[in-house]
């Protein structure tokens, strides 16, 4: 009986020693499951994390940096260091001071105050964008203004607080948006100027039509020596007609800066006598007299200049004398 007792005992620690057997064995199996889990895990977020186009950066509520692909983007060597955010970007203020956050305009730092207030709230804040001024290596001996585009979540590890940061250098984006937005006020500019001009032709064109029209019907009825004279006025306001056409279709010239001046020698007094007979008739049905006084020691008075336009340009100051006196 006492043999059959033990055998039996013999039996169920065997058995008991078996099921132990199987239930370590099953428990080394998870385990090794969960550490490769684990470790795919891990292998799948280095890959993100050093892939990623940004900086990413795991930070404690000392500002101390435990993780980062800063120095795999930027072929670095990591150090034995630990670095707060600022000293890892480095951040000129704070390097300049001895420590990131020492420095007198860390205190209101966008960048800063962002993340403690996501550690107060356990929460995350939104893309900041923020001037920065940056050493450009650790020699500290340029530095390069830019602006960063920061966010960052709050995220509790190991029952520790962490807030985990993504740094984008935006600096060129911005520089292309300003460009383009400064070209746009330019095209739109130019369209407003390009519509003022084309209005402002409309009344310039006026003056020279009339001129020849009047001296035209004045042609039959005039004496010899006045249809010559008559004749020159409407040449010269054929000529300053032409010259405004001309200056409709330079418009495309201007937009393209293909536009180029002729630059002659131009007799400033035979300008003037030119402008008298184009001015005369109207004046004459305005009953108002005028005639140019000349400076007798200068029979001529040449200047180097584009002849159309400098008397388009005493045209306008005729035009807006007798429109504002007459």
């Keep these: 009986m006492v043999a059959f007792i033990l055998v039996c005992l013999v039996l169920l620690l065997g058995l008991l020693w078996g099921w132990e057997i199987r239930k370590r064995k099953s428990l080394e199996q998870e385990f ?4 490769n889990e684990v470790c795919s895990v891990k292998e799948f977020s280095d890959t993100i994390l050093y892939n990623v186009d940004a900086y990413i950066i795991l930070v404690d509520r000392n500002f101390l940096v435990e993780k980062t692909n800063y120095y795999n983007l930027n072929n670095t060597s990591e150090g034995q260091v630990l670095r707060r955010v600022g000293e890892l970007l480095r951040c000129k203020n704070g ?15 966008p960048v800063r105050n962002s993340i403690e207030k996501c550690f107060r709230e356990k929460g995350h804040f939104s893309p900041l964008e923020t001037p920065m001024r940056l050493y450009m290596s650790e020699k500290m001996d340029n530095y390069v203004d830019c602006i960063v585009c920061v966010s960052g979540t709050y995220l509790q590890l190991d029952q520790d607080d962490k807030v985990l940061l993504t740094v984008r250098d935006v600096t060129r984006q911005k520089k292309i948006l300003d460009e383009l937005e400064e070209a746009r006020r330019n095209a739109e500019l130019a369209g407003e100027q390009k519509t003022a001009f084309l209005a402002n032709m409309s009344h310039e064109i006026r003056t020279p039509l009339n001129a020849i029209v009047g001296f035209a019907g004045l042609l039959g009825t005039a004496s010899d020596q006045d249809r010559i004279s008559y004749v020159e006025i409407i040449k010269g306001n ?3 007609l032409l010259q405004l056409v001309n200056d409709i279709l330079d418009m495309s010239k201007i937009e393209a800066g293909t536009l180029e001046f002729i630059y002659t020698d131009v007799d400033v007094n035979q300008i003037m006598r030119e402008l008298e007979g184009i001015f005369r008739l109207r004046l004459e049905e305005a009953d108002v007299p005028v005639r140019i006084i000349f400076e007798p020691k200068l029979p001529v008075c040449f200047i180097h200049t584009e002849k159309n336009r400098i008397s388009q340009v005493i045209s306008n100051f005729l035009s807006n004398a007798f429109k504002y006196t007459v």
């Design 32 to 35: 090794v499951k969960k550490k």
């Design 95 to 109: 390097l300049d001071a001895g420590a990131c956050g020492s420095h007198e305009n860390c205190k209101v730092c």
């Design 238 to 240: 054929t000529n300053m």
